[in-house]
């Protein structure tokens, strides 16, 4: 195995864990989280709504605190470490960005739809104006070919993106699948490659790995795995696998499974189980966010809401397209009263 | 990639989830899972105390039921699955195996330390004299160098043993570890190989893969992860991934993942997460049997359990070295008090 550069561990924790937290982060929970990671030697964390800066409304679920305070609060109790924002256009305005960089932030991670990645143009110029870390963030980076993949990538490359992440928003990606597009991306791009993971198939470390050994170079993770669907790469589980691995993250071990163990894990409302839904998600690659209104069309038609799930990974459904689960309920209701009788 | 046999998944969730659920399965808890395991295609699950046929006692924890009475009820409800036994020479005796076979049991596991193959040659040859399936375990895998592990197979192989294991006890193993050693065994035996995982450093799905890559064809899993550590690598979940890298389980994800969400999600008494003790001991390597121990002698001795359990791993210390434990707590508060007075 050859020691290639140093791996960055970005934590989302009090980002991506704000889905499972129902948005309802204290103040007093973002101080202690950031103080442990800053703390363990954690180089830049998120925080943010869970579906980005501006997310706090009546269809994403409204934050308890407005999150300029909290990032305010975190970037306040570092020494070292440094504040990210997640921001997804159409979601987060370049004003919510600009209070964002007020209130201390220092790296941007701008996200799209993987086949989107135009549409983050004016809003990564604006990061590198701004003097941020600028990032630009593929999500559903299974419903593309690679060669798509790599063409969005490229995309955000010329606008300016520092580091361009292989996001596996439904934890849907296999390890060979996550090494052929990170690969594939560090071949055909002269910035830093990251990647996001999942563990709604249980590959979310698995696929880290393969993602490094491709030439990833950041990776996100989360403590005790907080965050949306099973959860994310757990973050202080990688700092012990990526030094059993021999790579350098520069994250101490005890202090890191101390924020974990003694903060995160005392607030965190249930634990980041690979339930029955979630396997589903990551089994037919659809994104948590459909899950909701499956679980209520399965209901309204009386079928299994796994087949609706894999019925909307077949078509590839994007956001958006709720009313498409409704159809597909109907579709399969139909179906199955069409066996029963013949 | 290449299809290669058809892998058979082994459910030890009735058997390692009796660490978890304190030795207390009931006979109605066996029976619902031993019949939702059938009817999900399962072909062998293991039932017995967690430390194998003859475990109930002082020293490993009592059986809340007679273990022959779970397995006569698990093979009771079975149409085609067939009941397994895990035997440790020097915990359970021949009595127990005859008598299992009684009460149902067709596969017989023989499990010894990685350097110990040879007390369990007669073992291996009785459970082939009484027709079971037999199976050599090699636990604590990490613990040997490769050729080793190679020698203590053939010595499995030699007596008569049909599947020969690799298993990763304390969940410790890398998957290039993994790789490496299956491929080993794959070269020197003519039988079967197979795979026992941890999920310790959350590598228990990609060190299952790794030893399918590398030609084991039977694979252990829990449903939900029950079992000792964090858990095994997760049945249903296995399912879903083998099937979406083009393996032949001949198990139906819907029915097993029923009988892990509504069946066994019910009973657990905790969920099996990477908690801040199993996370050290798969970075050490030391097995969970020595927690408690360590646990007492770190409050004790004033000093850190993981500095404790990292120190046992590195001395590469063995069941049975309890005593040791102290001896190092003793040293370690020494070390300490030293550093505070210079």
């Known amino acids: 195995m050859t020691i290639t550069a140093k791996i960055h561990l970005v934590d989302v924790t009090l980002r991506d864990g704000s889905h499972a937290m129902k948005h309802a982060f204290t103040i007093e929970q973002v101080k202690e989280v950031a103080k442990g990671l800053d703390e363990a030697g954690i180089e830049y964390f998120e925080v943010s709504h869970g579906d980005g800066l501006g997310g706090s409304s009546l269809q994403y679920g409204f934050s308890k605190v407005n999150e300029m305070e909290l990032i305010a609060a975190a970037a306040e109790v570092c020494k070292n470490a440094k504040v990210s924002v997640l921001l997804l256009p159409g979601i987060g305005v370049k004003e919510d960005l600009e209070e964002a960089v007020k209130a201390g932030a220092k790296m941007v991670r701008v996200a799209t739809h993987v086949t989107e990645a135009d549409v983050a143009k004016q809003h990564i110029e604006l990061g590198r104006k701004l003097g941020l870390k600028t990032v630009g963030f593929l999500m559903m980076a299974h419903m593309a070919p690679v060669e798509k993949l790599v063409e969005q990538a490229k995309l955000f490359e010329s606008y300016g993106a520092e580091i361009v992440y292989v996001t596996d928003s439904a934890g849907t990606l296999l390890p060979h699948e996550v090494k052929e597009r990170v690969s594939a991306l560090r071949e055909a791009l002269s910035c ?151």
Chains 1, 2 share one sequence.
Not at 300 to 307: A, G, L, N, P
């Open 192 to 342: 830093e490659i990251g990647f996001h993971g999942h563990n709604n198939l249980s590959l979310a470390m698995a696929n880290s790995i393969a993602a490094v050994e491709a030439g990833a170079t950041y990776i996100d993770g989360s403590l005790r795995c907080l965050g949306a669907g099973s959860g994310n790469t757990q973050t202080e589980v990688m700092v012990a696998v990526f030094e059993r691995l021999g790579y350098e993250t520069g994250i101490r071990l005890y202090p890191i499974m101390d924020v974990a163990n003694e903060v995160v894990a005392k607030f965190m409302p249930r634990p980041q189980e690979i339930t029955g839904s979630s396997l589903i998600m990551g089994y037919s690659g659809v994104y948590s966010s459909f899950l909701l209104h499956t679980q209520d069309a399965a209901k309204k038609f009386s079928v299994d809401e796994r087949d609706i799930l894999v019925e909307l990974g077949k078509r590839k459904a994007v956001g958006g397209q709720e009313d498409f689960i409704y159809d597909i309920a109907a579709q399969l209701a139909k179906k199955k009263t069409a066996e029963t009788i013949t």
